[in-house]
Structure formats: structure tokens, C-alpha cells
């Protein structure tokens, strides 16, 4: 029977139903790295959250597909899968809903000041003079209008705010007033009250928000980084928040993870900082194994389309 590598710890009841469900396929978890690579030789599937390198896939010679379980894929060696011709699929639409959620607490928390009010709560400090807004009639630009960019924009026009965005093929959005193409990021970082980055890490967007767009943002703006930490020039960004350029930034990315003990982020006062953690959720697996569930069945069936699948030119 063909091997199904888990190398991610699936909980017992859902592991039980993918062996009922397919009883053709042998599961095997694999939650550390010796049994990891006591398996692979034989593995036709290898299904993975956040980790595949190299060695994994040397290790692999008969491996046809990969099912990642997170949305973004940029931790795989893309070239290698493609010149092996192996298919790639990932849990786009897992962080769909908590993500969104995320970011509009995100321009709430900045809107009403909480993290100055946060700090002078450790301070014992009674202050009412922190200034209040609503995100009400405040315009939203989002970078990145997929899954969870779109279900962001629904969110934020139902909640009264103007929304404005990019997306790789500009198109018609829901909610969206104005949707560009890349060449139009300009515009949003011009226009946006709140700028929402959901970009992920490709060869084109590394470093790709640097000074030319932080310069462009109004004063009284802020910045909000959930996708990658490698598309912004975190340097570019410190210098923004020290000068005042903008009013605030709420990160849960960083250009390195966990971000270091020395990083100027950590002591800047409008700062405020997660760690990595917005695309987390009790829900998450359930919605990876509606995926999961899906391609197998296409998979060991040879009908339909299995869904998600990674361009691997683009890279997501």
C-alpha cells in the first residue's frame, strides 16, 4: 500500500477516520526526525506543517505529492519539488477566518490607543487624554487580496471602512473600492489609514515595503505586518517608527523568528508585537482536514481536482 507521511501531529481521532476513510493508504505520524527518516524511503505522500527541507526530500525518491498544511509554502525547496515534477498543494483558507479576525483587532487596538493605555496600566496611570478614534470611515489597504485578504476586506465594509487593495491579477473584490495590480502599491500606502500586509515570501517580495512606501504613509497611519517578515526591510521600518513617519505599527511577522532579544522593536513605545501567532486557532486542523480529506479523495480515486495547488513558478 502506498505510505502517507504525516509529519505533523494529527490528533488520534482524526488520524483513526483518514485510516478508515482510506484504508488503501498506510498513515504513518512521524513526530520526530528519526522515525521521520525511518519512513520517508517508502513515502508516496508526504503531508507536512511548516517543515520540509532538503535532506527530507533526498531522503524521499518515490515522493509524489506534498500536502502542506499551512497556506504559505515559502519554508520548501520550490526548485527541487518542481524539477522532481512532484505536486504541491497547501491549507490555503485554514487561517481564513482568525486572520481576518486578527487584523481587524489589530485596527481596533491601534484606533483606541490601547497598547499607550496597556503600558500605563503597568505604570499605575490614570490617564483619559489617550486619543480615541473609530475605524469607522477609515480607509483599510490591503496587500494581498486572496482568501484571507478578501474575507478581511468583507469585514472591514461591513464595519463602515473604506478598503482599497492589491492582488496579483487586479479584479474585482467584495468590499473592495479600488483593486490594483502590484504596480499599485503606491497608491495604497498613500490613501490607507491602515495598511494590512498579507504578502508572502518570494523571490520577488523580499524586502519589497522599504522606505520608498513607509514614506509615502500619512502620519497619523499605521502598519500592520501579518504575512511575511522577509517582504518588509525591517530596518526601513524601525527608522519609520523612531522618526514618527508613522503613528504605529502592530507586527506578528518578523525578518527573523523568534525575533531577537536585541531587536529596537521591543522597546519602541508604538510598537506592538505578537508572536506569530495570527493564524492560529482551536478550528485550524478541522479546516486542514476538509482539505485533506478532499485531495486524498481525488488523489486515490483519479477524479475531480484536488485543491490548493501551489504554482510553483509563483510560489504560492
Request: hydrophobic content about 45%; overall charge neutral.
Amino acid at each position: 500500500m502506498s505510505l502517507v507521511v504525516l509529519n505533523f501531529e494529527l490528533p488520534d481521532p482524526m488520524l483513526t477516520r483518514l485510516r478508515q476513510s482510506f484504508p488503501q493508504l498506510t498513515f504513518e505520524r512521524c513526530p520526530d526526525k528519526a522515525s521521520l527518516f525511518a519512513h520517508l524511503p517508502r513515502a508516496e505522500v508526504l503531508m507536512t506543517f511548516m517543515q520540509c527541507s532538503q535532506k527530507m526530500l533526498d531522503a524521499a525518491p518515490g515522493l509524489k505529492w506534498i500536502q502542506a498544511i499551512s497556506a504559505g509554502v515559502d519554508f520548501l525547496p520550490l526548485a527541487e519539488i518542481g524539477r522532481r515534477g512532484i505536486l504541491l498543494t497547501c491549507g490555503r483558507g485554514t487561517s481564513t477566518i482568525q486572520m481576518a479576525e486578527y487584523a481587524i483587532a489589530a485596527m481596533v487596538i491601534l484606533a483606541r490607543n490601547f497598547h499607550v493605555m496597556f503600558r500605563n496600566q503597568m505604570q499605575a496611570r490614570w490617564e483619559r487624554r489617550v486619543p480615541q478614534q473609530e475605524i469607522c470611515g477609515a480607509t483599510a489597504g490591503i496587500l494581498g487580496l486572496g482568501a484571507i485578504g478578501a474575507e478581511i476586506a468583507r469585514r472591514a465594509a461591513f464595519m463602515g471602512m473604506q478598503v482599497v487593495g492589491v492582488r496579483r491579477s487586479p479584479a474585482p473584490v467584495e468590499g473592495v473600492a479600488q483593486v490594483w495590480g502590484p504596480e499599485g502599491m503606491a497608491e495604497v500606502f498613500r490613501r490607507s489609514d491602515y495598511v494590512i500586509n498579507l504578502l508572502p515570501a518570494t523571490a520577488t517580495t523580499e524586502k519589497i515595503i522599504d522606505h520608498k512606501y513607509f514614506d509615502l504613509m500619512k502620519p497619523s497611519a499605521c502598519f500592520i505586518n501579518m504575512g511575511r517578515g522577509a517582504t518588509v526591510h525591517e530596518g526601513d521600518l524601525i527608522d519609520a517608527l523612531r522618526q514618527k513617519k508613522i503613528r504605529a505599527l502592530l507586527s506578528d511577522v518578523y525578518a527573523v523568528e523568534p525575533l531577537p532579544a536585541d531587536s529596537p522593536l521591543w522597546t519602541l513605545e508604538n510598537v506592538v508585537l505578537t508572536p506569530h501567532v495570527c493564524g492560529a486557532s482551536p478550528q485550524y486542523m478541522a479546516r486542514a482536514m476538509e482539505i485533506i480529506e478532499h485531495n486524498l479523495n481525488v488523489y486515490t480515486s483519479g477524479r475531480g481536482e484536488m485543491i490548493h495547488r501551489v504554482n510553483l513558478a509563483a510560489g504560492y
